[in-house]
């Protein structure tokens, strides 16, 4: 099973309780997640369009939807997508899209003002989390920004031996979890081509305000067969 499996498999809204482990957990911290992306991002009605990458049920976009135009919510899971547009439908500046993968190939470059993402990228292997830095480069406008949320490897030093132990015997019962040093995420972020304005350090967790400074060319790599008249 691929960690992208793990939320498309989802099938119903029991399982998709069962999977997004603890609901009231989440719930717990929304209060200060709205209030950390309201300090740090500044989400505003001159911002055109605001972006939630990985939104799931939209447990931020409703109280962030009254500070925004216009908010688009992406995931890659239908059943949690519906989830979201079901408690959000009624939201005028809200707007809600599936991912097929992780390509963020259907939005536009220089489309999006400001980016966040909380509890997703986690989630993500980190080869993976790289093309996905170089993709918010792309669709930002230049100086746009991202406020990203990353687990701390040495503040969350125990989670992240549970999660050693438990990774072979619960495979599919638990999503992948990443965690990272601050040096990591400096250079991630200057290959990706966002410049990093902060980084804040609360609890277990990074959060990374950065602001895309320039345009970065994709290399187009043409692998060519080791074997005889293949392409
Ligand atoms: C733990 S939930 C967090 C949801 C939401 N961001 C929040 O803070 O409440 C993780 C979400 O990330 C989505 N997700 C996982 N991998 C993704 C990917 N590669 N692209 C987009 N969404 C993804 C899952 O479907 C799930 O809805």
Same mark, same amino acid.
């Given at each position: ?17 069962? %999977? ?19 300090? +740090? ?122 999660? &050693? ?14 965690? +990272? ?13 966002? %410049? ?12 990374? &305000? ?22």
């Amino acid at each position: 099973m691929n960690e992208i499996q793990y939320w498309t498999d989802i099938k119903s809204e029991e399982e998709m309780k069962f %999977k997004i482990i603890s609901h009231s957990e989440f719930d717990n911290r929304t209060e200060n997640d709205v209030k950390l992306i309201l300090e +740090y991002l500044q989400p505003n009605k001159n911002d055109e369009i605001i972006f939630d990458f990985g939104c799931g049920t939209g447990r931020l976009i409703r109280p962030l939807s009254p500070y925004c135009k216009n908010l688009l919510g992406v995931d890659i899971s239908e059943v949690i997508l519906d989830s979201a547009i079901k408690k959000c439908g009624d939201l005028k500046n809200v707007i809600f899209k599936p991912l097929q993968n992780d390509s963020l190939i259907n939005l536009e470059n220089n489309s999006i003002d400001k980016i966040y993402s909380f509890l997703v990228l986690q989630h993500i292997e980190k080869s993976k989390v790289f093309n996905i830095l170089t993709e918010f480069n792309r669709i930002l406008i230049m100086k746009g920004k991202v406020f990203l949320q990353f687990p701390s490897l040495l503040k969350g030093k125990n989670v992240f031996h549970q999660s &050693l132990i438990t990774k072979n015997q619960l495979r599919s019962l638990t999503p992948r979890l990443e965690f +990272y040093l601050k040096e990591e995420l400096e250079i991630l972020f200057e290959f990706a081509g966002i %410049k990093i304005l902060e980084i804040i350090e609360e609890e277990t967790d990074f959060y990374v &305000l950065g602001e895309k400074e320039k345009e970065i060319k994709k290399l187009n790599i043409v692998l060519r067969s080791p074997f005889k008249n293949e392409k």
